[in-house]
Nanobody
Framework: QVQLVESGGGLVQAGGSLRLSCAASGRTFSSYAMGWFRQAPGKEREFVAA????????YYANSVKGRFTISRDNSKNSVYLQMNSLKPEDTAVYYC??????????????????WGQGTQVTVSS
């Protein structure tokens, strides 16, 4: 089992940047594909970005492509989401998730086994 703890959220003006971090417990972090999702008030949870176990393959939602970058450091049991050129519509609670079965990035949230508690990102206009 793995526990995930997100950090790095906050309030930022439109056009600004934030870097989210997700720290995982356990010694098998490198065996999990990882993803970031978000949920805005009154909306369904949506996929943001995902990364393969080794960090080579990455997928992004069209809405964040070119602005967000997912990365991981298996030596630090961590996955990151660098968010640039933030927009008010990026406001949401951001969650990281771990998938223990897939080697490739996973877009479908129902495939993930473990979730963090979330971190709030608010982008003001």
């Amino acid at each position: 089992q793995v526990q995930l703890v997100e950090s790095g959220g906050g309030l930022v003006q439109a056009g600004g940047s934030l870097r989210l971090s997700c720290a995982a417990s356990g010694r098998t972090f490198s065996s999990y594909a990882m993803g970031w999702f978000r949920q805005a008030p009154g909306k369904e949870r949506e996929f943001v970005a995902a990364i393969s176990r080794g960090g080579i393959t990455k997928y992004y939602a069209n809405s964040v492509k070119g602005r967000f970058t997912i990365s991981r450091d298996n030596s630090k049991n961590s996955v990151y989401l660098q968010m640039n050129s933030l927009k008010p519509e990026d406001t949401a609670v951001y969650y990281c998730a771990a998938d223990r079965r897939s080697t490739a990035p996973v877009v479908d949230g129902s495939e993930y086994d473990y979730w963090g508690q979330g971190t709030q990102v608010t982008v003001s206009s």
